[in-house]
């Protein structure tokens, strides 16, 4: 059965992990024998385009994160930047040089053909194509997660199931949170940049304001649920908001349909300090 990986892990009175998984569907694993790696430029550490039975997918491994090698989009530049700060590394680019790593060591394990077990389940952030996740075996019956995170090329952290061996989800993650507490006593792959005195300060600091950010959101989604809108707002709803009155309620309510606030501006009785306090509670939906 399928379940959300466990998105935060825990140090003495610190929260670790920040960012959310979306949840997927549960399915019957399905077998890709004799699969190949395509080389793509989507390509990363942890998910890649791959040939098989005639197909090509893209697939993202359960239950492991290798660094960002891709900074597209702001989101990606957020994730890069916790996934330092997780690693211990105030060098953010440094994370950018490990992914690489990261794909080059994946491309290597995958040179010959592998086993690809798959439920179809979508992964979220495909950019080019669906993205789906899947557990690798490489050609030797290797785990390409477990070799990721052993070589400290990955962390234990992202969207888990029960393995095609039939091992339980958090049986499986707590072997791979085993595997990188060692890669990071040797000092493995991105484990080598990190500097143990400043980790645990650093992933405390990156929760902090992760937090301030999630509640900076749910304000904002509950001042937006909260505020009028004045293509359907009522003639009583609009003559409560400070500064209207019944009087520029009856003339916003003449002068419908809006494409922008801006347009109260040309609402007779509408000032820029009216329009400046009153649009604080008004919005377009």
């Not at 290597?108 to 592998?114: A, G, Q």
């Not at 992760?210 to 609009?238: C, F, V």
């Amino acid at each position: 059965m399928m379940a959300s990986r466990k998105m935060c892990r825990f140090l003495p009175g610190v929260l670790l992990g920040v960012l959310t998984v979306l949840p997927v569907q549960a399915g019957e694993l399905q077998v890709l024998d004799h699969a190949r790696l395509v080389e793509h430029p989507v390509n990363d550490g942890d998910s890649f385009m791959v040939e098989a039975g005639g197909q090509t997918y893209h697939f993202r491994l359960y239950f492991v994160d290798a660094p960002e090698l891709h900074i597209n989009t702001e989101y990606d530049a957020r994730r890069a930047r916790e996934q330092a700060y997780f690693f211990g590394i105030r060098d953010i680019p440094e994370i950018i040089r490990y992914g690489e790593e990261a794909r080059r060591f994946t491309r290597s394990v995958l040179d010959k053909p592998f086993t690809v077990y798959t439920a179809f389940a979508r992964s979220p952030g495909g950019r080019h194509s669906h993205r789906y996740y899947a557990f690798i075996r490489t050609s030797g019956g290797e785990d390409l997660a477990e070799l990721l995170v052993r070589n400290g090329l990955a962390r234990s952290y992202g969207v888990d199931r029960e393995t095609p061996e039939g091992v339980h989800s958090e049986d499986m993650s707590s072997l791979l949170d085993r595997y990188e507490d060692e890669a990071l006593a040797r000092g493995v792959g991105v484990w080598s940049e990190t500097d143990p005195a400043q980790l645990k300060a650093m992933r405390a600091e990156m929760a902090r304001e992760e937090n301030e950010l999630r509640e900076l959101h749910a304000y904002s989604d509950h001042r937006e649920k909260s505020l009028y809108d004045i293509n359907s707002a009522t003639a009583e709803q609009l003559s409560a908001v400070p500064g209207i009155g019944g009087v520029l309620a009856s003339r916003i309510l003449a002068h419908r349909p809006y494409d922008d606030l801006g347009d109260l501006r040309d609402i007779p009785g509408i000032g820029p300090v009216t329009y400046q306090r009153i649009t604080h509670y008004l919005t377009i939906r």
